[in-house]
């Protein structure tokens, strides 16, 4: 299910940039600050084309079961053991991870958790890290500009694991 949003932010001074940011509650320690962009200023005297204002879309992320890629059979990710000596997850552990570049860049990395859970991780703080910990509240959903140039992708390893095979 997709739900769009458009954004109105209050603008105190329109000689300064109007800076887009999404922030999410954290486990511990500050929000997560996830930067979405600039956005266009307008006077209230002054009309804005819909194209030009800030709007978003939530997205429910699925992944494909088979190698049939039928979108019908897709659904949540499910936990895959990848060591015999622990075949059940441990609790709040990740099952994979979405990762959304933007321009070719790593914009977000969000863990996949069970019944359909999301939790994203602190970018700002663990990106050069091997280990990088989900530290948002819990969601279903991820928030995306509406207008995105970038991709998707998903996998059950972390980005460091796959870098260093």
């Known amino acids: 299910m997709t739900t769009q949003y458009v954004y109105a932010p209050r603008i105190v001074d329109e000689a300064k940039d109007c800076s887009l940011n999404l922030f999410l509650q954290s486990f511990s320690g500050p929000e997560l600050c996830i930067p979405f962009g600039k956005a266009a200023k ?11 204002k800030p709007t978003f879309v939530t997205v429910t992320p699925l992944v494909f079961k088979d190698y049939t890629l ?3 059979k897709a659904g949540a990710p499910e936990f895959i053991p990848m060591d015999k000596f622990r075949p059940l997850p441990e609790e709040n552990a990740a099952y994979g991870y979405y990762y959304i570049y933007i321009n070719g860049f790593l914009w977000r990395e969000i863990a996949a958790l069970a019944d359909k859970q999301l939790s994203d991780v602190d970018l700002s703080l663990y990106h050069s890290q091997d280990f990088r910990p989900h530290t948002s509240v819990f969601n279903q959903d991820i928030l995306l500009p509406r207008k995105i140039i970038g991709s998707v992708s998903y996998t ?3 980005l460091p694991t796959i870098c260093s095979v």
């Open 42 to 52: 307008k006077l209230k005297s002054q009309d804005l084309a819909a194209d030009q």
């Open 70 to 72: 039928d979108k019908g």
């Open 156 to 158: 059950h390893l972390t």
